[in-house]
């Protein structure tokens, strides 16, 4: 019994045979391979994406707790802005003392970006009210400052003597200026 296979069919069966050992050789040498190492990337993307989510949620509880911040020391943040007017703090707060001495600290003058200025103050009051009334003016100003301790009160007569000193601490303006 002989096969007759017509040539067209004989063709087609060898190019049949070809393009399947083409898939197979294919598959184990190009996509199987790839196909391990993109199972590992994927593992790997998927932890990044975990990490990235976490890091996300840090920084909007970041940004949430720095807002409010902000808005809650917003009057300190400016404070922190301001440079000190030692003639417009005399002129403040004058009423409050009979002596009031505003100088830049020679070796203190300068911590960190700030100048610091040490005032020393001496006042005759009628009663410490008129000191707590100074402390809480100071606290509404535009500046930090900072007051010392011991504050000393003396009677004198019917007048209260008090002296103390406080630093005020100013943000120093930058000097290097490009035009």
């Given at each position: 019994?002989k096969?007759?296979?017509?040539r067209?069919?004989l063709?087609?069966?060898?190019?049949?045979?070809?393009?399947?050992?083409?898939?197979?050789?294919?598959?184990f040498?190009?996509?199987?391979?790839?196909g391990?190492?993109?199972r590992?990337?994927?593992?790997?993307?998927?932890?990044e994406?975990?990490?990235?989510?976490?890091?996300?949620?840090?920084?909007?509880?970041?940004?949430?707790?720095?807002?409010?911040?902000?808005?809650?020391?917003?009057?300190?943040?400016?404070?922190f802005?301001?440079?000190?007017?030692?003639?417009?703090?005399?002129?403040?707060?004058?009423g409050?003392?009979?002596?009031?001495?505003?100088?830049?600290?020679?070796?203190e003058?300068?911590?960190?970006?700030?100048s610091?200025?040490?005032?020393?103050?001496t006042?005759?009051?009628?009663?410490?009210?008129?000191?707590?009334?100074?402390?809480?003016?100071?606290?509404?100003t535009?500046?930090?400052?900072?007051?010392?301790?011991?504050?000393?009160?003396?009677?004198?007569?019917?007048l209260?003597?008090?002296s103390?000193?406080?630093?005020?601490?100013s943000?120093?303006?930058?000097?290097?200026?490009?035009?």
């Open positions: 019994m096969m007759e296979i017509s067209q069919n063709y087609l069966l060898i190019l049949s045979f070809l393009l399947l050992l083409f898939v197979l050789i294919f598959s040498f190009v996509l199987i391979p790839h391990k190492q993109y590992k990337e994927r593992v790997q993307i998927k932890k994406e975990k990490e990235l989510k976490e890091e996300q949620k840090y920084n909007d509880k970041t940004k949430t707790t720095l807002k409010s911040l902000r808005s809650e020391n917003k009057n300190i943040i400016s404070a802005a301001n440079s000190f007017d030692p003639k417009r703090f005399k002129k403040l707060h004058d409050y003392f009979s002596e009031l001495e505003i100088l830049k600290e020679p070796k003058g300068e911590q960190d970006g700030f610091v200025y040490s005032v020393k103050a006042s005759k009051i009628n009663s410490p009210k008129t000191f707590y009334n100074f402390l809480d003016a100071i606290n509404k535009e500046w930090i400052i900072s007051v010392n301790f011991p504050i000393r009160f003396k009677k004198e007569d019917d209260i003597s008090s103390f000193t406080m630093k005020v601490y943000n120093m303006v930058d000097t290097n200026l490009t035009k």
